[in-house]
């Protein structure tokens, strides 16, 4: 059973969040459920975004090391994808 809910993205983006969240959606990641459970601090999920998108939207992470990052997740998350 979680210990957090996750928020309405609609909801979300009725607050400073929403550029955040559009860029997430139109870039497809990180997923929408970032927001989601990170919206209960919009600081945190603000600085976190900023932090996230600095290190994989500008080339500073290799594709290689992107990829070990995804497949580590998805193991983490027992997600098949």
Same mark, same amino acid.
């Given at each position: 059973?979680?210990?957090?809910?996750?928020?309405?993205?609609?909801?979300?983006?009725?607050?400073?969040?929403?550029?955040?969240?559009?860029?997430?959606?139109?870039? #497809?990641?990180?997923?929408? $459920?970032?927001?989601?459970?990170?919206?209960?601090?919009?600081?945190?999920?603000?600085?976190?975004?900023?932090?996230?998108?600095?290190?994989?939207?500008?080339? #500073?992470?290799?594709?290689?090391?992107?990829?070990?990052?995804?497949?580590?997740?998805?193991?983490? $998350?027992?997600?098949?994808?």
């Amino acid at each position: 059973m979680p210990n957090i809910t996750m928020l309405d993205i609609d909801e979300l983006k009725k607050t400073k969040l929403k550029p955040l969240i559009e860029q997430c959606l139109e870039h #497809r990641a990180p997923d929408p $459920a970032f927001h989601a459970m990170m919206g209960h601090n919009p600081d945190l999920a603000q600085a976190m975004f900023v932090a996230w998108s600095t290190c994989f939207n500008t080339g #500073r992470i290799s594709h290689t090391l992107k990829e070990i990052i995804r497949v580590m997740l998805s193991r983490m $998350a027992a997600c098949s994808y």
